[in-house]
């Protein structure tokens, strides 16, 4: 079967680097997203990976290891207003996006 | 980035009416688009894709009957949850994709049914 793990909580300290893990077995892989849901709102988007390696936007970064199956998502700076569920996307061979059911980051001052 | 707009962001409606959630791509022509459904502390669950013009494909155990999905253009998908029930209420999502990098997400539009 497909599935998406990722961690279910942090917590982190404002201003510090925290790194959020996701790991993935497809049926195919067509690339990998993140992306950040504040409660009660719609995701929005964040990165996108279909090569290894990391992509830098901002204080947000994401890396992707095909081989291993697995990414991660970097915030750098930590500010209050990252406090939300940061959630991991693989398409799949059928380009149907399977979701991670998110990670719940908690941000303290 | 795209825009990707839907409405009603809040709907509150009787037990056995039947509920229209509209999803628009603003900026951009969205050849598929997608239906999400999302219960409180929970990751995303796919309902259906729908493409322009064609029958929408709605995942196992989604009702076809209950949410009818209409994709009559390329800038507009609608949702209607029809005969609704209480168990039905919940933050329904729609996605729009138009290049395979990118999937944009509707504000969402939270249903209770009374």
């Known amino acids: 079967g497909q599935n998406i793990d990722q961690p279910t909580e942090m917590t982190a300290t404002e201003g510090a680097i925290v790194q959020i893990n996701c790991t993935y077995q497809t049926s195919g892989f067509n690339g990998l997203f993140w992306y950040q849901q504040h409660a009660g709102e719609a995701p929005t988007f964040l990165s996108y990976?279909?090569l290894d390696g990391l992509e830098e936007k901002g204080r947000f970064s994401s890396f992707l290891s095909r081989s291993k199956g697995y990414s991660y998502l970097l915030l750098k700076e930590l500010q209050m207003k990252d406090s939300a569920s940061y959630l991991c996307a693989v398409r799949d061979s059928n380009y149907q996006l399977i979701w991670g059911a998110g990670t719940k980051l908690i941000i303290k001052p | 980035g795209a825009v990707v707009s839907q409405h009603p962001s809040r709907v509150i409606c009787k037990s056995g009416t039947s509920v229209k959630i509209e999803c628009r791509s603003l900026?951009?022509?969205?050849?598929?688009m997608f239906w999400y459904r999302q219960f409180p502390k929970q990751s995303l669950m796919l309902m259906a894709t729908s493409n322009e013009g064609s029958k929408a494909t709605y995942e196992q155990g989604v009702e076809k009957d209950k949410f009818l999905i209409n994709h009559a253009s390329l800038t507009l998908s609608t949702l209607t949850v029809t005969s609704a029930h209480p168990e039905d209420s919940s933050f329904y999502i729609c996605?729009?994709?138009?290049?395979?990098?990118?999937?944009?997400f509707g504000q969402g539009t939270r249903l209770t049914v009374v």
């Open positions: 996605s729009a994709s138009g290049r395979p990098t990118e999937a944009f």
């Open positions: 900026d951009f022509q969205a050849t598929t």
């Open positions: 990976n279909v």
